[in-house]
């Protein structure tokens, strides 16, 4: 699906926050049986699209949609024309992908868990906020173990303490995460990519990435200490 | 209560997926047949389950087990 969003639309989405890294949700009226939400990416392309199976006593929403009906994408295009929509904020998008029936595997709201796997990007940097100094799953060779969770840079950078990885995280310790290692893995390698759900009394909404097959040799390239921040 | 896991725990968590950056998520098994839920590993090495009954030591663990979203568990 690629429905471009008027130049107008446009300018008006730059100055609302965002949903996730680069994208919005856009609620464009919801109505039972027919396209609801939409995926604005880079505030000018709509890519994706849900509809409402359910309106009561939850919402409950389709699989994310690649591919419209004439007659769908025109209701697309007549909300964005008539700026009949507003911007979904991430705990509600978070909210609505916990409700949907049949989250699409591709789904970059939900956790990175639940996600499809994809390659990350040739010298791609992620990080890893932990509370141990010897994290085990960062080896002495500078690999990382398989299965193992990370951040990305730019999500990661925004974190100024260790109480702030906790919390962006939604981490169970109650340990500060003060450890931030640098990891780039030497040649792309197969993620899972998501949206930290609340958890641990904690809001979470921090991207999380998981290196499915691990990473090589001379991944961990740097590390950092945090101030605790308690 | 916290406990810090022997290494051949250790080793086998650290073959295991995490539930999270830092973390996993486990279920207890004592060699009494006691089931103990609700425990969190961190750093494959300390083990914190939620205070009460029943109250073990390391000597007790017959199995460890990630939550059922995660994987199959491993006896020692």
Known sequence: MYISV??????TLIRKPETGMGYQILDIGQKR???SFVLVENAEVVTAAWS???ESPIIRLSARKASVY???EQRIQKALATGDFRVIDRPAAVHLSLATKSRSAGSSLGPASDALSEMSSRLEKFLRFSAYKNDRRI???GSVLPETYVTTHEDGETVRTGMEAVRRYALPSPMPAVHK????PPDPIRVRRGVVAPANNQPGGGIEAIFIEGSSAGTRFDYKELPSGE | MQITLDSKWTDYLLTQPESGMGYQRVRIRLKNGQAVI???VFNAEILRVPEGPPVFSQN???????EPSAQAGASC
């Open chain 1, 52 to 54: 409402v199976e359910q």
């Open chain 1, 70 to 72: 004439p007659s769908e």
């Open chain 1, 139 to 141: 080896l002495l060779d």
């Open chain 2, 60 to 66: 007790d663990i017959a199995s460890i087990e990630l």
């Open chain 1, 6 to 11: 008027p130049s107008s639309v446009t300018s």
């Open chain 1, 181 to 184: 290692f640098y990891l780039r």
């Open chain 2, 38 to 40: 609700g425990g969190i």
């Open chain 1, 33 to 35: 049986n027919d396209v």
